[in-house]
């Protein structure tokens, strides 16, 4: 058995109006107010942790001056003693500045991933038809790690190096002050130079990520194409493609290697070479005693200037992943600030649904309002059902069928005109309430990663196992369950890609009368199945439709005979309607296509 997954602990959603995509610094600042605490807690503690990287410099100095100064061993012990006291501190220090920024950092993501997630879920169908559901997917993994590591890295190179930068600069300025003004200039240039060198790096790094990320698509458009491929007998063809990229990444690789080798060198060459010189400098400055500078503080100046280079080239180099995730900020903004809803809140909530439906001259046009290619998709249809009553809707591909359901769901609303149910207008129902009462099943039948009963009772809570078992044996399913080696319990692929498609529909309609809906809305399957197959399909639907009030889009007049309407569309019109015999008798529209199909 599948072990039921815990509830997560999630930080609560931040306000939408805290978000403002435009401005992601203010936005971060007001997502981490509430942990200003926490924040104030991990500074502190990181700035204590980090001390010994610049008071080791002047310890140094200290320790070195008693040898050559022949100063009290004392101050030796002492300084020892201090340099030991903060290296140990650093264990419990470092345990508790980790906790507290991981439980900010992590805390922000995960608000970030849980926020997108819901609003995922307010989005309209709109929306989601609009916008590939891998850009969501990569909004809501790199977006939100790309922000993780900002702040992370911020926290832990940016603080180093500004802690650094502060402290060793008041140390030179309280020990050797005549130092401080050439520091100030011959650092931050250092640092300059040797980013200049490195940015070259940069601009080659990219380019091979970019060829990297090509072979991956490669190898993912291989992998998708294997059955078509070895069908026609194309692998060579196949491996072919994959090869040259596998080429250009290779000889990209060499090449970046190359110039790694020699900038590196190079920043390594020229930031030695400055401390050399500094370092030479001040023991000239020393040797003549031009300034009163101590043996000490030569081997300390020295030290501070290969560490304050260091911080300031960490600093330069945090730009790209400063600019990168306050540019995810400005991504994860354009679906928390989309205003896109679906809008329920406020609305009037239902308990109970008889199933009465009622379209009272509805026209939908998908687009903008006022867009020049707006089209009309549904044009002024009137049709209503009662309870129990079925509507089947045929008439060509393009001709409004599957607009008509997406109204009736209330994926969408009409442009003009009223859907009633039960004599109350749409518009003023929570369609989330609405909802709890229909049933879909789709022409492509989903299914989840997970146990076949999780897949029937989906969104469901305490159906018992007795029930489920009705809902299979209705839906015809029951027997090939059963045959299954662990039955109900079995785990299907994702998209249910272990069972045939006959099997699946069976799943999707056992799914559908398990929520024993008023309004079931059916999209027929197109793909064609076995005579028995189909035969089983056909003796299941009939079972889920009793009783309840359905429209179901008819890809095959035979399966639609029995319906008490039927609506023949056209170009968004409804240009025919009545039983199965009236419409034959008509000798229209139904009549023809009736007669083309056998
Ligand atoms: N999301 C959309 N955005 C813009 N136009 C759309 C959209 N969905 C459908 N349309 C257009 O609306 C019209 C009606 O489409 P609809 O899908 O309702 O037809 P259908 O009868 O269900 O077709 P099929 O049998 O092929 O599924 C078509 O002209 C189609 O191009």
């Known amino acids: ?10 930080a609560s959603l931040p306000a939408d109006h805290v978000y403002s995509g435009q401005n992601p610094v203010r936005t971060l600042g007001r997502l981490l107010s509430p942990e200003l605490p926490r924040l104030t807690v991990a500074v502190v503690t990181f700035v204590a942790k980090h001390s010994p990287i610049w008071l ?11 040898v050559v100064e022949h100063r009290p061993v004392s101050e030796l012990w002492t300084a020892t003693a201090v340099l030991l006291a ?34 995922m879920q307010q989005l309209s169908i709109g929306y989601h038809s609009r916008t590939s559901a891998s850009v969501l997917q990569a909004k809501v993994i790199r977006d939100a790690e790309a922000v993780e590591q900002m702040l992370m890295q911020c926290a832990d190179l940016g603080l180093a190096a500004v802690v650094t930068l502060v402290g060793g600069l008041v140390v030179i300025g309280l020990r050797v002050p005549s130092f401080l003004p050439v520091f100030l200039i011959v650092v931050p240039a250092a640092g300059l130079l040797v980013m200049r060198l490195r940015g070259r790096l940069r601009d080659q790094n990219e380019l091979f990520r970019r060829r990297v990320e090509q072979l991956s698509s490669r190898v ?9 491929t070895r069908a026609h007998g194309l692998e060579h063809a196949a491996l072919g493609r994959v090869n040259a990229t596998l080429d250009e990444v290779r000889s990209e ?38 300034l009163p500078v101590t043996a000490g503080d030569v081997v300390m100046l020295s030290g501070f200037f290969t560490i304050l280079t260091g911080s300031v080239t960490t600093l330069l180099s945090l730009a790209p992943v400063l600019s990168k995730g306050l540019e995810s900020v400005r991504s994860i903004g354009e679906v928390l600030q989309e205003p896109d809803l679906e809008r329920n809140t406020g609305k009037e909530q239902i308990s109970s649904v008889e199933g009465r439906i009622d379209f009272e001259n509805v026209s939908f046009a998908y687009g903008e309002p006022g867009a020049a290619d707006r089209e009309v998709a549904v044009d002024r249809v009137s049709l209503s059902a009662r309870r129990g009553e079925t509507v089947a809707l045929v008439g060509a591909s393009g001709a409004g069928k599957s607009t008509v359901l997406n109204l009736l769901i209330g994926f969408i609303r009409p442009t003009s005109g009223r859907i009633l149910l039960d004599g109350t207008d749409m518009a003023r129902l ?31 809570r305490d159906v018992g196992k007795d029930a489920v078992r009705q809902a299979l044996q209705d839906a015809n399913a029951l027997e090939f369950v059963d045959s299954l080696p662990h039955g109900v319990d079995t785990v299907v692929g994702e998209r249910g890609a272990r069972l045939s498609g006959g099997q699946k529909q069976r799943l999707a309609i056992a799914r559908a009368l398990v929520r024993d809906p008023r309004v079931l809305v059916l999209d027929e399957a197109t793909s064609a199945l076995d005579n028995h197959s189909e035969a089983l399909i056909q003796q299941a639907l009939s079972r889920l439709v009793r009783g309840r009030t359905v429209f179901v889009v008819a890809h095959r007049l035979s399966t639609i005979q029995d319906a008490d309407r039927i609506v023949v569309m056209d170009h968004g019109r409804i240009a025919e309607m009545g039983t199965h015999d009236e419409l034959i008798d008509r000798g229209g529209l139904y009549a023809r296509m009736h007669t083309a199909k056998r």
């Open 253 to 290: 690789g060499i090449r970046l290697d190359l110039l790694n080798g020699r900038f590196g060198s190079l920043a390594w060459i020229v930031l030695n070479t400055l401390g050399l010189l500094c370092l030479t400098g001040s023991a000239l400055v020393a040797y003549h005693g031009w």
């Open 56 to 66: 080791l410099p002047l310890i140094t100095a200290v320790i070195l001056d008693v």
């Open 1 to 10: 058995m599948r072990q039921k997954q815990p509830t997560p602990r999630v």
């Open 430 to 460: 929570d369609l989330r309430s609405y909802r709890r009462f229909v049933s879909v099943v789709p022409q492509e039948s989903i299914l989840f990663e997970g146990t076949i009963e999780e897949n029937v009772t989906y969104g469901l």
């Open 86 to 119: 903060i290296l140990l501190l650093n264990f419990p220090l470092h345990l508790v500045y980790v906790r507290c920024m991981g439980t900010i950092v992590r805390g922000l993501g995960t608000m970030l991933r849980s926020a997108l997630c819901a609003r």
């Open 220 to 228: 993912g458009e291989m992998t998708s194409l294997i059955p078509i």
